[in-house]
Structures are given as C-alpha cells and as structure tokens.
C-alpha cells in the first residue's frame, strides 16, 4: 500500500466515526449511554424510538466502536465504549455553541422560558462537603442507579410534586439531571421555586462529572 492510499485508509477509520454521529437520535442515545448502562427496550423508549429503529441505531454506533453490548438473559444492554466516547459527545456540544448560532436559539427553545439559575461544580461540591444544601437527582431512576453524585438524593421529576414533604425546608435545594443541555433540572427548579422552596440547578451533570474524572456512585436509591 503506497503513502496515499494508507493516508486514505487511515481518514476513512476517522471518517466512520464522523458519518455515525451525523443523526440526531444516534446522538441522543449516545447522551442515554452516558448516564449508565441501558437495555435496548429502555434505551427505545427514552428516545421515543421503535425498538427496531433503535436497534439499527445502535448496531450502526457499535459498528463505529463508539458502544458495547452485552447480554442478560434474554436482554441486550448496551454501555459506551469508554469515558473517551462521553467526551467527544461533550465536546461536539461545545463546538456546536461555540461556532453554531442557532445552537443557542434552539437551547432556548428546548429548556424553557428564561434561565434558571445555576451553581458551578465547585462550589456544589464544597456544599455538598459541608452540608448545608440538599443535593437532588430529578432523572429516572435507571438512570440514578447507573451512576450519580454521591449524597445525592433521588426523586424522579414526574414525582417530585407528590414528594415536596420530604425534602429539607431548612436548606437551598440544588437539582442536576444528565447534563448542560438537559431540560430536567430547569423543571424541578421552576416547580420548587413556585412551591416557595430556596432551589437552583447544577450548572453540570453527569455527563460532565463523568468527563471530568469526578466520583460517580451508582446503585438504585
């Protein structure tokens, strides 16, 4: 094989990636997989997917070395192939805010009239030490149990109206859910705030702690 056709080869192994990224519900399944494992029915129904569809989908990401099946019984979970492959999902979010305007107006769009307010990483974590802040996870539960902050409380947002008794008066809440770009959290911090509870969101979630090397408990609550 001469320099330019092994120059051509090797583009191609990079180009195969690039190609499997370029639909918006293998993107959407690849941000699923970053919370945890997740079987191919839970996966289906999370992006509102037929489970063929989600299938082909994934077999198409796996094929890429971007995902890892395994089996259990008669279910097929699937996991990303790394925390490498969590952080090129991150990172093509960046760029695309960065270099994409109309990013920005469809971010808005999705999360909801006005920002809700944020607390960094850090200084959630120096709370989260001391603790004086309720920490508050409002995603699945799958989703909780595939890995979470630790001392993180868990309730499900579709329960937290039902649930508010349980939750300290005496401290600010702060909720996060899978990411920069998840509308979860900005929904819990609407709802408590509207119910006269102290809350703001994490301006990260699991996605980012993951990229970031930071402590990650999982297990059902």
């Not at 094989?1 to 990636?17: D, I, N, P, S, T």
């Not at 990411?179 to 996605?207: I, K, P, T």
């Amino acid at each position: 094989m001469g320099e330019r056709a092994a120059k051509e080869a090797l583009y191609a192994e990079f180009a195969a990636v690039g190609k499997v990224l370029g639909n918006p519900k293998r993107l959407e399944l690849l941000d699923l997989l970053a919370q945890g494992p997740r079987s191919v029915e839970d996966l289906a129904n999370a992006a509102a997917v037929g489970m063929s569809t989600c299938s082909t989908h994934l077999q198409s990401l796996r094929e890429a070395g971007l995902v890892d099946p395994r089996r259990e019984g008669k279910r097929i979970y699937y996991s990303l192939a790394g925390d490498d492959v969590a952080g090129l999902w991150e990172h093509l979010r960046r760029v695309a805010q960065a270099h994409r305007p109309h990013t920005e107006v469809a971010r808005r769009a999705y999360l909801g009239p006005g920002d809700t307010e944020a607390v960094d990483t850090e200084e959630l974590l120096r709370r989260l030490d001391v603790g004086d802040v309720v920490v508050l996870d409002v995603r699945p539960d799958v989703e909780y149990a595939g890995g979470h902050l630790p001392g993180a409380l868990h309730v499900p947002l579709e329960e937290l109206s039902d649930r508010l008794a349980e939750l300290p008066r005496d401290r600010e809440i702060v909720a996060y859910c899978r990411g920069q770009y998840c509308v979860l959290a900005h929904d819990a911090v609407r709802l408590l705030n509207a119910e006269g509870r102290r809350a703001r969101r994490a301006a990260d979630g699991v996605l980012e702690w993951r990229v970031a090397g930071l402590l990650v408990d999982t297990g059902a609550a």
